[in-house]
């Protein structure tokens, strides 16, 4: 009886080791299915941006032709600018970044716009050195003027939360 049992240990032990090399091997080769497919994922989702943002970077002429006609209308600003133009996953849009500022009045208006270019909208926007506000760029000493310069950081996090 003893040597019946003696006999059975080595084929169970040689089953037993395949079977845990085939489940070692199994996970292992789930794991790299997995890891593979998310690259796949991810490069889909790179290209599938990129392209969006080629899309985007086609309606250039109609922003700057918006451009061109608000500075024509404006009164308060000499100069706009746009600053950035990208498609933004989060609301599924073309979005642009103006600047309106100008150059001959070292202190004053400074306003920023995230605006949706395909719905024609305004988003968000921010601004200092407005007559009567206590943001300006510098203070009465000529320092620049730190809160001021904060706002338009933050106004550009913001912006990136749209990327």
Do not use: H
Not at 36 to 58: H, S, V, W, Y
Not at 99 to 105: G, N, T, V
Not at 130 to 157: I, M, R, T
């Amino acid at each position: 009886m003893c040597m019946n049992k003696n006999k059975l240990i080595l084929p169970v032990g040689i089953l037993l080791g395949f079977f845990i090399l085939g489940g070692v091997y199994y996970v292992a080769q789930s794991k790299r299915q997995a890891a593979i497919d998310k690259q796949e994922a991810d490069l889909r989702m790179q290209t599938e941006i990129f392209n969006k943002n080629m899309e985007c970077a086609k309606l250039i002429n109609d922003i700057n032709a918006r451009i061109k006609k608000i500075k024509e209308s404006a009164f308060l600003v000499r100069e706009i600018e746009l600053k950035d133009l990208f498609y933004s996953k989060k609301i599924n849009s073309c979005l642009y970044v103006t600047e309106y500022y100008d150059s001959e009045i070292a202190n004053g208006p400074y306003y920023i716009v995230l605006n949706d270019a395909l719905a024609n909208t305004r988003i968000n926007s921010a601004a200092i050195g407005f007559p009567n506000s206590n943001e300006e760029y510098f203070n009465k000493d000529g320092s620049e003027n730190p809160s001021g310069w904060k706002k338009v950081e933050e106004f550009y996090k913001l912006v990136n939360t749209y990327k």
